[in-house]
């Protein structure tokens, strides 16, 4: 168990749709960073958060959003959901804002568009 | 932008023999780490190499950066089915200020 939770662990929902997944960092990690695996593919690196702050962006789309809240968690919206943005999503945090610190992953959310 | 290379994308083992994968940055990394993801899990941190030519080892894995630190080996001798699962490599550019993650490589060790 890595300390970092998402919720909910399984998401099924319909092309068009919006939805939010949810990241609970490791106690006392102040960066939150998100990246999606798509099947049989590597992770693919989002955003970063630190402290409530957005740091770092890679490839995310446009219809997807990010924020981290006072209280440390973070919330991944996504909407017009395509079939395409089925993926695994994964949620992971560090104790510092550069990333030369290891990173602890969540389960991750399996997002199913169809 | 900075890319990761990782080869090769799958290997396939007879349980005993070693394991080596290959990652390559198109840029001069400050450091280097590696994550492996059993099947249906998530990335668990291995180790971080941060000095040009550093070996680590973790029992039988042994990790190697490359002295122009643009490049990076993880090497398994004679793998257990325990070693299942995906390798990353994640090449860190403080100025960027991001990793990037390889595409990994995932073994599969036959019993």
């Known amino acids: 168990d890595s300390g970092v939770t998402q919720t909910p662990k399984h998401l099924i929902t319909a092309t068009g749709q919006r939805v939010t997944l949810r990241c609970s960092p490791r106690?006392?990690?102040?960066?939150v960073y998100w990246y999606q695996q798509s099947l049989d593919q590597g992770l693919q690196f989002l955003i970063q958060?630190?402290?409530?702050?957005?740091?770092a962006k890679g490839n995310i789309l446009e219809r997807f959003s990010a924020q981290q809240f006072p209280d440390l968690h973070s919330e991944l919206n996504l909407s017009s959901l395509e079939l395409g943005d089925s993926a695994l999503y994964f949620c992971a945090s560090s104790a510092r804002l550069a990333p030369t610190y290891e990173q602890y992953f969540g389960p991750g959310t399996r997002l199913t568009v169809t | 932008g900075q890319q990761v290379m990782q080869i090769p994308q799958y290997q396939h083992v007879q349980e005993g023999e070693d394991f080596t994968t290959y990652c390559n940055s198109s840029t001069t990394l400050s450091n280097i780490q590696w994550y492996k993801q059993r099947p249906g899990g998530h990335p668990v941190f291995l180790i971080q190499l941060v000095k040009s030519g550093e070996v680590k080892k973790q029992k039988r894995l042994t990790f190697q950066f490359g002295e122009a630190k643009k490049n990076s080996s993880l090497h398994i001798t004679a793998t257990q089915t325990t070693d299942v699962g995906t390798y990353f490599c994640?090449?860190?550019?403080?100025?960027?200020?991001?990793?990037?993650f390889g595409d990994g490589t995932t073994l599969t060790v036959k019993p």
């Open positions: 106690s006392g990690d102040l960066s």
């Open positions: 958060y630190y402290n409530g702050e957005e740091r």
């Open positions: 994640a090449g860190l550019n403080t100025n960027a200020g991001k990793s990037t």
